[in-house]
């Protein structure tokens, strides 16, 4: 498929919330990079930036169903069951389905939709601005070109890590996939405690929130490791130092982050256990 370079594929994308209108947003900042001449978006409610989007012709806000050569699925997973039926219209065998809904198994796409060739992939918010991280695992059924294709679908969102095994994909969705709630609680806990020491809120969250958008710079644009960059900001029996000793003591944030890693993990599980028992 991605080799066929005299045209470009047809994607549909169904369901357009948070994540989906992320992926969207950035596949249309370059559609030919993503291997997509004509983007299809199915979405009952679209949010603002798609409405414009379908505007400006940019894509088919939905349009009637054809078969496609790409499906994108990234509704909510407890949504799917529901809606296979309408989706089985933009499937011929040739179709390469593309699942983002975390918990889903490629085994349960491929039994719902009738096709075989399923990749399950995991991107994050951040591709709405070409900075996400996305990984994906493929069904027996796809061979190279298949990984190839949903390579150059994902790469436009940022970094693409794949294929993987698919019983990784749990700990993807808990690591990438959720992870920048993370970064945004910890502005918010920083922002609160900068308060609760004497700032201002308004001086609270701007220091916060461009402390993480600094660090996450410098982590982006160094070749030191965290933990590196970490120690280089850390003075023996300094304050960083100070807070460091309760942030890294037992149950701090080192623990923290694994129980919650865990508990995701855990979540997606009990998604795909869910989405069995209602076949």
């Known amino acids: 498929m991605a080799a066929d370079k005299t045209r470009l594929k ?34 009952p409610t679209p949010d603002e930036a798609v409405l414009q989007a379908a505007s ?15 499906l994108v699925l990234a509704m909510k997973p407890q949504g799917f069951a529901a809606a296979v039926d309408g ?19 490629i085994a349960q796409v491929v039994s719902a939709l009738g096709t075989p060739k399923v990749a399950r992939a995991m991107p994050n918010t951040p591709g709405a601005i070409g900075m ?47 992870g920048p709630a993370y970064v945004f609680l ?10 609760s020491a004497g ?22 644009e ?10 280089q900001v850390t003075s023996p029996g300094g304050t960083t130092a100070a807070a460091l000793d309760v942030l890294m003591s037992a149950g701090g944030m080192p623990d923290l982050m694994r129980k919650a890693v865990d508990a995701a993990v855990r979540r997606g599980q009990e998604l795909a256990r869910e989405a ?3 076949k």
């Open 10 to 43: 047809h994607a549909v994308l169904a369901g357009a919330g948070r994540m989906g209108s992320a992926m969207a947003r950035g596949w249309l900042q370059d559609l030919k990079a993503a291997d997509v001449g004509r983007l299809s978006v199915i979405e």
């Open 56 to 70: 400006e012709k940019m894509i088919a806000l939905n349009p009637t169903p054809e078969a496609a050569d790409i």
């Open 87 to 105: 989706l089985k219209a933009w499937v011929s065998k040739d179709t390469l389905v593309v699942s983002i809904m975390a918990g889903v198994t």
């Open 132 to 178: 996400g991280a996305t990984a994906f695992a493929l069904s027996g059924a796809c061979g190279d070109l298949d990984s190839l294709a949903t390579g150059r679908l994902l790469e436009p969102l940022g970094l693409v890590i794949g294929p993987l095994k698919e019983e990784q994909m749990d700990a993807v969705t808990a690591v990438s996939g959720s």
């Open 186 to 195: 910890l502005v918010e806990a920083l922002a609160a405690a900068g308060k």
């Open 199 to 220: 700032l201002g809120e308004a001086t609270a969250n701007a220091l916060a929130r461009e402390t993480i958008v600094g660090a996450g710079a410098l982590l982006g």
């Open 222 to 231: 160094l070749a030191e490791s965290p933990a590196e960059l970490r120690k």
């Open 276 to 278: 069995d028992s209602k």
